[in-house]
């Protein structure tokens, strides 16, 4: 097996921004070349500096990529597969600088060491550095030299698993259907939130609990940026929901941040750089009755019962009219599903909400009282409740969702398994199995949910 590792890195959210490029040529099990390039990419502006440490001055007098193209193409020649962690990123990368340089791309299918230490080596969290540690990975030379890092981790796995020859069909990375809606939950729990909806790369997120570089990693992996987004969307104001540098990270990249004109007051005053956005004009207020167009997206809030400063907001994001409608919602923190409602969630395609404890694990957590109150009758569904909630949705609905992905798992009085064994016994109980069922991770990316624009599924069907 004769396969080339490689990494990217970018100068700015366009993928045709590389500004350097690391490679590991492995053949017969061996690493028998390392190179590292600096590129020049088309433009001197650097968003990234503070993740990969390279500046317009270090790659000012290097080759651009259709340059440096002569010089490396021998590289891709002769491979079975190319390899990369979050292959996804790097794919486009090398589609982007082949379109803009006039080079025909090479037809090679890549393969993700990510997603192969995730299933063959069951690693969680798998960014690079995990992965290395987990595997004790030590990379010689220049640290920007990701690619043997990946090259290290693929022999590693081959060692691991006696197969001298992984399969490329079977492990390529995850590629997501240009005719289908895709909703992937980036992480969840009261750790932090984040939940993406996207088609052909326009895309909308919920909520951004997490740290600026955490959403850059996971947005890489799905083949998004920060510049993807035609709006991000705020349910409240707890941290795990909200982080003042994501924030900002948006508003650079020029995307429209919504909130509901509940939550104005509150979060001008405490997340920073809040007010200079809403006086950009990319942080912006609706109201009860506004329906939001972010693309091609059309997206409502409305009131979930939550312990929060200004109230919290679930929202429906809808694509498409008539028959090729599809309707995803989501809400990861309610208090309890009464008063109306299921109404919210009827006809969903896909419905993100939160399990987020088991009653028993709950109350022998060793947690104070006053918190167990406090989590009862003003914070989140149980595992059960959710399950009945999401029933009494089925019940009203003219259809049952294609998907239904479980949120905000607490980590100390739920479980993945048990969250999903409890919703799924109760709705088989009520007539509704066959179902989709997709946990969330504290801060690994869910399965990816394709929605296909011609396929309605009907509850009688």
């Known amino acids: 097996m004769r396969f080339l ?25 061996i690493i028998s ?54 292959a996804g990123h790097d794919k486009a990368v090398l589609k982007a600088l082949c379109s803009a340089s006039g080079i025909t791309r090479p037809d090679i ?16 969290p798998a960014g690079l550095n995990d992965v290395k540690k987990k595997l004790n990975i030590e990379e010689d030379g220049n640290p920007l030299q990701n690619a043997e890092a990946c090259a290290r981790i693929i022999l590693k796995i081959n060692e691991t698993e006696g197969d001298k020859s992984i399969s490329v069909n079977d492990n390529e990375e995850e590629e997501f259907p240009s005719d289908s809606i895709n909703i992937s939950v980036l992480g969840s729990s009261s750790y932090g939130n984040s939940t993406v909806i996207w088609l052909n790369g326009e895309a909308v997120m919920i909520d951004f609990g997490f740290s600026k570089k955490f959403l850059n990693e996971k947005l890489k992996e799905i083949g998004l940026d920060f510049s993807s987004f035609q709006g991000v969307f705020l349910t409240h104001l707890h941290h795990d929901h909200i982080k003042a540098p994501a924030l900002n990270a948006f508003v650079k990249a020029g995307v429209p941040v919504y909130a509901h004109r509940n939550l104005q007051d509150s979060l001008l005053k405490i997340i920073r750089g809040s007010l200079k956005a809403y006086d950009a004009g990319l942080l912006r207020f609706y109201g009860d009755e506004a329906e939001i167009f972010a693309g091609a997206f059309r997206v409502k809030g409305f009131e979930v019962p939550h312990d929060s400063a200004g109230g919290c907001f679930g929202y429906n994001i809808v694509y498409g009219e008539g028959q090729q409608t599809k309707k995803v919602t989501v ?29 028993d694990m709950l109350y022998n957590s060793g947690r104070p009282m006053i918190l167990i109150n406090r989590i009862r009758e003003t914070g989140h569904l149980s595992n059960d409740e959710s399950a009945e909630f999401l029933a009494d949705v089925m019940d009203i609905s ?14 100390e009085c739920n479980t993945n398994k048990l969250a999903e064994k409890t919703v799924r016994d ?13 946990q969330t991770h504290r801060v690994e990316r869910s399965d990816t949910i394709s929605l296909k624009l011609e396929n309605r599924v009907s509850k009688t069907e």
Request: charged share 25%; hydrophobic share 40%.
């Open 5 to 29: 590792a490689i990494d990217f890195e970018t100068a700015d959210f366009k993928k045709d921004s590389a500004c350097a490029l690391s490679l590991a040529l492995v053949e017969n099990d």
């Open 33 to 86: 070349e390392k190179k590292f390039f600096l590129i020049r990419p088309p433009r001197r502006f650097f968003r990234f500096s503070g993740y990969h440490g390279i500046t317009w001055d270090d790659v000012k007098e290097s080759p651009s990529f259709q340059e440096l193209w002569p010089d490396i193409k021998r590289y891709f020649e002769g491979i079975d597969y190319l390899a990369a962690h979050s």
């Open 109 to 124: 299918p890549f393969i993700c060491s990510m997603k192969l230490a995730k299933e063959k080596l069951n690693i969680y």
């Open 331 to 359: 809400s990861t923190d309610i208090a309890n599903a009464e008063n109306g409602m299921a109404e919210n969630f009827a006809n969903s395609d896909a419905i993100v909400l939160e399990a987020n404890h088991d009653l």
């Open 398 to 411: 003219d259809k049952q969702p294609e998907a239904v992905i479980l949120a905000h798992i607490s980590q």
């Open 426 to 438: 109760i709705l088989n109980g009520r007539g509704y199995g066959g179902i989709k069922i997709v």
